[in-house]
């Protein structure tokens, strides 16, 4: 095993242990996932203009993101790097002989997998049988989706780390952690799907990184976006990833240098 | 080859000021002041492989700050250092894979796994070999008796237990150089001693380069061939601690116990510094007065139960250092 494997499979034996919180997360995202369908249905009874996606794939579209909700930047930092940096035990972070960046980069992924694995894999039954998830239409569709799936993880751990990393010059992350989850929570398609924002709104929300988390991901899912846009999908990704990741590197060894470890 | 070698080192922070109040707090959000603190104003000095040093001072000396840039943590303002043969801060990953590090006020284990696990861990972090981390691993838990701990999550664990724990987690990887800062701090006596017995051996049998920084006093005492003292990031003294109470000190002090409670003692040439019951303490100087002259003189004009002389207590030659190097 690796180090950055042990670091990743530290975290998440630790997140397994978190059993009650997984099961009371599940009945909270059912009820969510409920009113989300509840407040579509309204609005597709309401209307008679063509919708960029029907009713059904829309709520197909709400329980895959009530089951995948924790790969997007919920919580903008590793909560765990927060508390390092605040009580200053990023002092022992700095003493393992392996590198800042990607320790932090693989732990959060570790973490987001392991709390993931815990509410997706109930809730794609319990959805899947009872409320109207649909499997993917075709095979390519479900290669595409799994495809952009590791891109969401990549492109999600980038965005976390990177915001740990501006908790070196906040210490409690307070001011980002409360704005960062809004932007990526909206932009990404999580409360509306992106194709029914406003036309106009499309090219800025195409080229933000956002789209990655939910609105590329889901659409390949249900063949909204066709199996063949799989691979640029994919590179629009991996393209930000690589960006998130060059600019928290830059912003670590920066943090580094004028470190001040809290409490001596 | 030296293990440890600091030239003028320089390290200051930029600690942001405010007025106190609730209209300091919100002049604070327009307009921040910052006031530089130096914690290490130019300290120099080299420690040898072999070497357990006591490095010591008051409370925000830089004694961690010192630490800190040795082992890569911090980076330095200004000044040379080398730990075994590399610059901390600019071959970190290679530096730390060869020392160990404990801050007596913080774990490295993982506070929610069993102790066993950490270790397991650490291995990989390190890319220690299988054979040789059973080996050390074994070792170690035999030494330091933590085959009953291996299975408590690191939170359960007492303080005293949690040291004993965090000194195996920094030597699994078998570093010739340690540090230690205030390993002792917070333990209880029988733990207290556990660790100090455990550096002892890992330095005389196993030649590990030890600094240790601290407050107690017996730690020092019970350990360290040589003290450096520092205060408001200078260097204060470099040597063996007798060298250390001959820079601060001739003094000696005589304790008298007499035989009748209520009786004063007085010499003119000893003071008395303290009088617990019948129990008193005079100091004098023995280039002024011999001691056999002194004692022979007391004895004359007193009745007494008991009466030895000794060195001032280390506690007392420190306070006396740090308050000489107060401004």
């Known amino acids: 095993m690796s180090a950055y494997g042990a670091v990743i499979s530290a975290r998440f034996r630790m997140h397994l242990q978190y059993r009650a919180a997984a099961l009371a997360g599940l009945g909270t995202q059912l009820f969510w996932g409920l009113i989300r369908i509840f407040i579509f249905a309204a609005f597709f009874r309401s209307s008679d203009s063509p919708q960029p996606m029907t009713y059904p794939q829309v709520v197909t579209y709400i329980w895959l993101s009530q089951a995948l909700m924790r790969l997007i930047p919920w919580y903008a930092g590793d909560p765990d790097v927060r508390a390092a940096i605040r009580t200053g035990s990023v002092a022992y972070e700095l003493l393992r002989p392996v590198d800042l960046y990607w320790t932090w980069f693989v732990r959060i992924i570790g973490a987001t997998l392991a709390e993931t694995a815990l509410r997706a894999i109930p809730m794609f039954i319990v959805a899947g049988l009872f409320l109207g998830l649909q499997a993917p239409p075709s095979w390519p569709s479900a290669g595409a989706w799994a495809l952009a799936m590791i891109g969401v993880v990549l492109l999600g751990g980038a965005m976390v780390t990177l915001l740990s990393i501006t908790m070196m010059w906040t210490i409690s992350g307070e001011g980002v952690t409360y704005i960062a989850p809004t932007l990526a929570i909206v932009f990404s398609g999580m409360i509306v799907p992106l194709p029914f924002f406003p036309d106009w709104a499309q090219p800025v929300l195409n080229a933000l990184p956002f789209r990655g988390l939910i609105d590329i991901p889901f659409r390949l899912y249900m063949g909204h976006l066709s199996s063949r846009e799989a691979l640029p999908m994919f590179a629009q990704q991996m393209a930000w990833t690589i960006a998130l990741v060059a600019l928290g590197r830059l912003l670590l060894a920066r943090g580094t240098r004028r470190l001040v470890v809290q409490g001596g | 080859m030296p293990h440890i070698v600091v030239r003028n080192l320089v390290k200051t922070f930029r600690v942001a000021e405010r007025d106190p109040g609730m209209w300091g707090a919100v002049r604070g959000l327009v307009r921040r002041r910052y006031r530089t603190v130096r914690a290490l104003g130019g300290i120099s000095f080299s420690v040898e492989a072999g070497e357990l040093v006591g490095y010591i ?29 590399r610059v901390p801060w600019r071959e970190r990953i290679p530096l730390v894979r060869q020392i160990g590090v404990v801050f007596g006020q913080r774990t490295q284990l993982w506070w929610d796994l069993p102790v066993v696990e950490s270790f397991h861990l650490l ?9 040789e981390h059973a080996r050390t691993r074994d070792e170690l838990i035999a030494l330091l008796d933590l085959a009953p701990l291996l299975d408590v999550p690191v939170r359960q664990l007492s303080l005293g237990q949690r040291m004993r724990c965090d000194l195996a987690a920094a030597l699994l990887h078998s570093p010739s150089l340690l540090f230690l800062d205030e390993p002792t701090i917070g333990l209880d006596a029988v733990s ?39 205060g408001e990031g200078r260097l204060l003294s ?19 116990d007499l035989l009748d409670d209520d009786e004063e003692v007085s010499d003119p040439q000893a003071s008395v510094i303290s ?32 009466l030895f002389v000794e060195n001032p207590p280390i506690e007392e030659i420190i306070a006396r250092m740090y308050r000489g190097a107060a401004p």
């Open chain 2, 57 to 85: 001072g008051p409370n925000g000396a830089g004694k961690s700050t010192t630490v800190k840039v040795l082992s890569g943590i911090l980076v330095p303002d200004s000044g040379r250092c080398e730990v075994l043969g």
């Open chain 2, 123 to 131: 291995r990989a972090i390190y890319r220690v070999p299988e054979t």
């Open chain 2, 192 to 230: 207290k001693l556990a660790v100090r017995d455990f550096v002892r051996l890992l330095n005389r049998e196993r030649g590990v380069t030890v600094i240790l920084t601290t407050h107690d006093m017996d730690d020092i005492e019970a350990l360290c061939t040589r003290v450096i003292v520092i």
């Open chain 2, 238 to 256: 470099d040597g063996t601690l007798d060298d250390l109470r001959r820079r601060v000190t001739t003094e000696r002090w005589l304790i008298v």
């Open chain 2, 275 to 306: 009088r617990e019951g019948s129990r008193v303490c005079l100091r004098f100087h023995p280039e002024q007065v011999p001691p056999a002259a002194l004692i022979a003189r007391i004895t004359a004009k007193h009745a007494i139960r008991d």
